[in-house]
């Protein structure tokens, strides 16, 4: 990667501080794109109308558009989806074809370009390959007739064998119910560093967070410790100046960065595809995740909604080497550079296969808009399934569908205590509208809907009957279940459960129940809500 000038440097570096004379120039890349993308509505409507509407061959064409129509809605019909993501659809393009058509290429299917398809699929073999190479090179058993018999009951053997990501039986799994407590842990984990640092965050802010943690990547960068860094371009568009990746590269030979799927003012439907997931990586030794990106919010020393609840889990073992196949199929995906898998395996006299005394799962995964099925949706559905006492959910965004829904609605009709958990302070109107328009049929079933009243709750995670929970970055919502690449961890330690419970009870006490009185809608409320629930997919 080119280097950059000093001035270059500088202009990076004041900007992304968010310095006064510069934050025009921070947002305005932000600007400057929506304008190109209303640009291309406005003009594509208009070009659509003159050939349409205002040409000799108006009727030809109306009728091909009609015979496309039908085509595609015949498709839908018959294509095994989701009921409600398909009827949102047909609607759509029965009464407006020339928007809906295209507009479903666009943000329906879910699925990434056959471009980033081939790259992620070659770079997941890759991978493969090189760990098995270097697992025979240091003599390590190659046999997985162990790995087989640990993926032997339910989701457990399903995220094992649908998705590649196996359950461990060591480590150990700590809970965080706040920023401001997982914070100091993961500088801890920074300054312990000896080999390398992987970090795969949506969003990175300049503050006090990502500040101390520059600091640190720059001490053990000069220590010699590797550090790859990720993150996602559209989730960092307001926070983070252009070419900053290249900024970062120039502080230290040791630091290498990618922009995962660069944004580009034009419509395309690899830009649906973003990287949601929040990866701290230590040595293969130690991992973090959950709803905490590197923002001052996020810790709540800026204050944007109120008090900013969220919550995070680290976890130590063998499972660790789940999040660095992660994040190096990403890597060498998009990476010229490429990164030799074989070599972030621990050595053979530090991996430990024993174990503990209280046998507990630990089982990182990933959700892949690659996939038809996903994975986060797999294990939020069996929980609920399973539940036979209590459900207690955390979500910033409610939008659910069919599948979700009924397993909520058969959960709360058998007599599990189902609540959830929404925000108080919404941080996006629209899609606050669409969360309460969800709240009606599932009080009706005896779901318990609650609001975050101090503030914001960007958790996501969920705890079922003192026995399992998961914690990850994944909403309940058609975006982060099918359009963005997530990650979380199902866990069954009994005192990481019962942290989460006691989270969720301190949540409840401070939060609003919802009831039909204090959640009413107009009329006029009801049929907008209505309206935009056809749009939900796109949320």
């Not at 795969?200 to 802010?205: K, L, N, R, S, V």
Request: with cysteine.
């Amino acid at each position: 990667m080119k280097k950059l000038s000093a001035r270059k440097m500088k202009w990076i570096e004041r900007t992304a501080k968010n310095n006064r004379s510069y934050k025009l120039y921070l947002y305005n890349r932000f600007f400057s794109f929506l304008l190109m993308v209303l640009c291309q509505i406005v003009g594509y409507v208009f070009a659509i109308y003159l050939i349409v509407y205002d040409s000799p061959a108006a009727f030809a064409l109306q009728s091909a558009i009609a015979v496309l129509e039908i085509v595609v809605v015949l498709y839908l019909i018959n294509k095994h989806d989701r009921p409600t993501s398909r009827l949102n659809w047909i609607l759509l393009i029965m009464i407006a074809p020339i928007i809906g058509v295209p507009g479903y290429l666009l943000f329906g299917d879910g699925k990434p370009t056959r471009k980033m398809l081939k790259k992620i699929n070659a770079s997941k073999e890759e991978i493969r390959a090189q760990k098995a190479q270097a697992l025979i090179k240091d003599g390590s058993v190659t046999d997985n007739s162990n790995e087989n018999q640990a993926c032997e009951n339910g989701i457990e053997h399903y995220l094992c064998e649908g998705f590649g990501y196996r359950p461990y039986y060591n480590g150990d799994v700590t809970y965080y119910e706040n920023g401001e407590k997982m914070f100091p842990e993961m500088l801890s984990a920074l300054d312990s560093a000896e080999k390398y640092i992987l970090l795969d965050y949506f969003i990175i802010a300049n503050g006090k967070m990502w500040e101390e943690i520059l600091k640190r990547l720059l001490q053990k960068a000069e220590q010699g410790v590797k550090i790859r860094i990720i993150y996602d371009d559209f989730g960092c568009m307001m926070t983070l100046p252009p070419n900053y990746d290249r900024y970062l590269e120039t502080l230290h030979e040791n630091i290498r960065c990618l922009t995962f799927n660069n944004v580009v003012p034009f419509f395309a439907v690899r830009m649906n595809n973003r990287d949601h997931r929040k990866i701290l990586v230590v040595d293969g030794k130690t991992a973090f995740t959950g709803g905490i990106n590197l923002a001052d919010e996020y810790i709540n020393e800026k204050k944007r909604f109120g008090y900013w609840k969220d919550t995070g889990i680290k976890i130590t073992g063998e499972s660790v080497q789940s999040f660095v196949d992660m994040f190096l199929c990403t890597w060498n995906a998009f990476r010229k550079d490429k990164e030799d898998a074989g070599w972030y395996l621990p050595p053979l006299q530090e991996r430990d296969g024993t174990q503990n005394e209280e046998k507990f799962v630990i089982q990182p995964y990933e959700n892949s808009p690659l996939l038809r099925t996903s994975a986060s949706e797999a294990v939020y559905a069996d929980m609920i399934q399973r539940a036979k006492r209590y459900i207690y959910i955390f979500t910033p965004y409610l939008i659910l569908g069919d599948y979700l829904r009924t397993e909520l609605l058969m959960a709360a009709r058998r007599g599990v205590d189902v609540r959830i958990v929404v925000p108080g302070i919404p941080d996006k109107k629209m899609t606050y509208r669409l969360t309460r328009a969800n709240y009606p049929l599932l009080m009706k079933a005896g779901v318990k809907i609650y609001e975050y009243t101090p503030g914001f709750i960007h958790a996501k995670g969920m705890v079922c009957d003192d026995e399992y929970a998961v914690v990850g970055t994944a909403n309940f919502d058609y975006r982060s279940l099918y359009f963005h690449f997530e990650d979380g961890v199902y866990f069954t330690k009994k005192s990481a459960v019962a942290a989460a419970k006691r989270d969720a009870d301190e949540v409840f006490a401070v939060s609003k129940l919802c009831t039909k009185e204090n959640t009413k809608r107009s009329m006029v409320g009801r049929l907008f809500d209505s309206v935009l629930c056809v749009f939900e997919t796109m949320f």
